[in-house]
């Protein structure tokens, strides 16, 4: 069984920033990937960014060069740095991990508010 923990969400104006991070514990044997999804009121669940094993990374257009996600595989940990914060990047970010069985995890889900 794999856990994960989000932190560092919160209430931020437009044009300011946040660090998302996720901490994967408990029976990890390998992961193959880790990214972001953020789901806003009344819409679906999107993919907003991935970094896979092999270092492959990926964003959804929207926060291409304001985003940046990364890994620390010793702490088991994927980050998300989100600048230039939009209101429209408003959500519940969830972390997904996938791991080289394929079995998938989600964590609970950290607020992001934009909002002046």
């Known amino acids: 069984q794999v856990q994960l923990v989000e932190s560092g969400g919160g209430l931020v104006q437009p044009g300011g920033s946040l660090r998302l991070s996720c901490v994967a514990s408990g029976t990890i044997l390998r992961i193959n990937s880790m990214g972001w999804y953020r789901q806003a009121p009344g819409k679906e669940r999107e993919w907003v960014a991935g970094i896979h094993s092999g270092g492959g990374i990926g964003y959804t257009d929207s926060v291409k060069g304001r985003f940046t996600i990364s890994r620390d595989n010793a702490k088991n940990t994927v980050y998300l740095q989100m600048n230039s914060l939009k209101p429209e990047d408003a959500a519940v970010y969830y972390c997904?991990?996938?791991?080289?069985?394929?079995?998938?995890?989600w964590g609970q889900g950290t607020q992001v508010t934009v909002s002046s």
């Open positions: 997904k991990v996938v791991l080289m069985s394929q079995m998938v995890y």
